[in-house]
């Protein structure tokens, strides 16, 4: 590949948002950063990896820090800026590559290069998909549903001015319960090639 291409997806939780993130960074030949984007973090900057993770993509919690002249001792702030910092290098530096959540829409908005998606579904199917994935009774797919886009939905809301989800902050959004993951990773693939040829 030789134009640089970010894309970053934005999902609801049992969307498949992720899957075809990573299924279109593997066709492509991008760097892939989700969960892993810590690791990488974490050997860069010489921090615990543990530490990272039990603050990423949580939002400040006032009642445990405090600001005070613009800076904070909010532990979860620092991950995320440290995040936030680590994919604008790797996009100054030239790199492609594919990120999910980490607020990557909003914190690269003004790259050329950027490609945003939200992936979303129905309540149906996203809660099957994560019966099946996690094997859980429906009652608890929900629940783990529910509390998992509140967190991505606050952590979001916190760092970016543009809602979570909302259409007019994403280059595309895809409602991809009736197409399955083959049909959102063509979606965006053909968004990707699209950019490639300009």
Same mark, same amino acid.
């Given at each position: ?11 609801? *939780? $049992?969307?498949? /948002? ?18 892993? +984007? ?5 050997? !860069? &900057? ?16 006032? *009642? ?5 002249? %613009? =800076? ?14 680590? +994919? &604008?290098?790797?996009?100054?530096? $030239?790199?492609? *590559?594919?990120?999910?959540?980490? #607020?990557?829409?909003?914190?690269? &908005? ?7 998606? *939200? ?7 996203? #809660?099957?998909?994560? @019966?099946?994935? =996690? ?7 929900? &629940?783990? @549903? ?8 606050? =952590?979001?809301?916190? =760092?970016?001015? %543009?809602?979570?989800g909302d ?5 595309? #959004?895809?409602? /991809?319960?009736k197409i /399955?993951? !083959? $049909?959102?990773? !063509? ?9 490639? !040829?300009?």
């Amino acid at each position: 590949m030789e134009r640089q291409i970010i894309l970053a997806v934005g999902r609801e *939780f $049992g969307s498949a /948002g992720h899957e075809a993130a990573e299924i279109l960074a593997k066709r492509h030949g991008m760097m892939f950063l989700d969960h892993a +984007l810590l690791q990488n973090v974490a050997a !860069e &900057k010489n921090i615990d990896l543990n530490l990272l993770m039990q603050y990423d993509e949580k939002p400040k919690n006032h *009642f445990l820090s405090r600001t005070v002249a %613009g =800076y904070t001792t909010a532990l979860e702030e620092h991950v995320a800026r440290i995040q936030f910092d680590y +994919l &604008k290098n790797l996009a100054d530096k $030239g790199k492609s *590559f594919v990120v999910v959540g980490r #607020c990557a829409e909003f914190v690269l &908005k003004d790259h050329p290069a950027m490609l945003s998606v *939200f992936v979303l579904g129905d309540k149906k199917t996203k #809660c099957k998909r994560i @019966m099946e994935k =996690y094997d859980l009774s429906e009652e608890e797919a929900l &629940k783990m @549903m529910k509390r998992k886009d509140a967190s991505r939905r606050n =952590y979001h809301n916190y =760092y970016c001015d %543009g809602k979570w989800g909302d259409s007019r902050n994403y280059d595309l #959004c895809i409602n /991809g319960s009736k197409i /399955g993951v !083959e $049909g959102i990773v !063509e979606i965006i693939d053909h968004l990707i090639r699209q950019r490639m !040829e300009q």
